[in-house]
């Protein structure tokens, strides 16, 4: 039932339909994959377009753009897109999605308490090992932590002792047993099997990345493309993002 209100919904969302099926190439920062792979059945079904999808950490994608890569629609921060505005569609950058920073450890392990900015900072200092994207690999999960932990002037600690994913899903690491604890964005904690997602920052030092939808300034089909980026304002995505721990922008 649910799947059939997806597609009727979608149905009415969509234009009013492309004028021929096209397979479209979309750019997309790890956090918002799962989304985009939830959605995609429906959509493909609705309107016989084919999603091609490619993740990466943000400054990989505006790296990548930047170097001509052609794509179709590109789903990152708004500021990784800013740099790169030229490769862009006219049409401004539609936000889609927010999501905010948790804090995972393998199934089976005790959880410890996130639920203080003491208790956390408390935590980083205690863990034998923590897991977080590399900050030189463009994640903005990473980028902020690696300031927090200057800023609190622990960063020599974490660093020693940091376990730097250069993308991809951070959680694997504490399944595998390489790390004691991983923090990540809540929606790519939740994609890993076998990893529980312990609770998110504590509110005062929590960090919302925001995602913005934008088409190229030369995708193969400007129409598929505009299907894609309204589809993922309907109401079925915005169901789909808090199945997923993210949130409407």
Not at 142 to 163: H, M, N
Not at 180 to 190: A, F, N, P, R
Request: hydrophobic share 50%; aromatic share 4%; with cysteine.
């Amino acid at each position: 039932m649910r799947s059939f209100r997806l597609a009727a919904a979608l149905a009415c969302t969509l234009a009013a339909g492309a004028a021929h099926a096209a397979e479209i190439k979309v750019l997309t920062a790890g956090a918002f994959k799962p989304v985009l792979v939830a959605l995609q059945p429906a959509f493909e079904r609705e309107t016989g377009h084919r999603l091609k999808i490619e993740n990466d950490t943000a400054g990989a994608l505006q790296k990548r753009i930047a170097g001509d890569e052609a794509f179709d629609v590109v789903v990152s921060s708004p500021a990784s897109l800013q740099p790169i505005a030229a490769k862009l569609s006219h049409d401004a950058p539609r936000p889609v999605a927010k999501v905010g920073i948790g804090v995972a450890v393998r199934q089976g392990a005790a959880k410890p308490d996130v639920s203080s900015v003491d208790s956390f900072r408390a935590l980083l200092l205690d863990a034998r090992s923590v897991a977080y994207i590399d900050p030189a690999a463009g994640g903005s999960s990473g980028i902020y932590l690696d300031r927090l932990f200057e800023r609190w002037g622990i960063a020599p600690q974490i660093r020693a002792k940091a376990v730097l994913v250069p993308g991809g899903l951070v959680a694997q690491k504490v399944v595998d047993g390489s790390a004691d604890v991983g923090i990540h964005q809540i929606s790519e904690i939740l994609a890993v099997p076998n990893a529980v997602l312990v609770g998110p920052l504590p509110e005062e030092i929590q960090n919302y990345t925001v995602y913005a939808a934008a088409m190229s300034a030369k995708p193969a089909d400007v129409e598929a493309a505009r299907d894609l980026v309204n589809a993922l304002r309907s109401p079925q995505a915005l169901e789909i993002l808090k199945a997923k721990g993210m949130e409407a922008p």
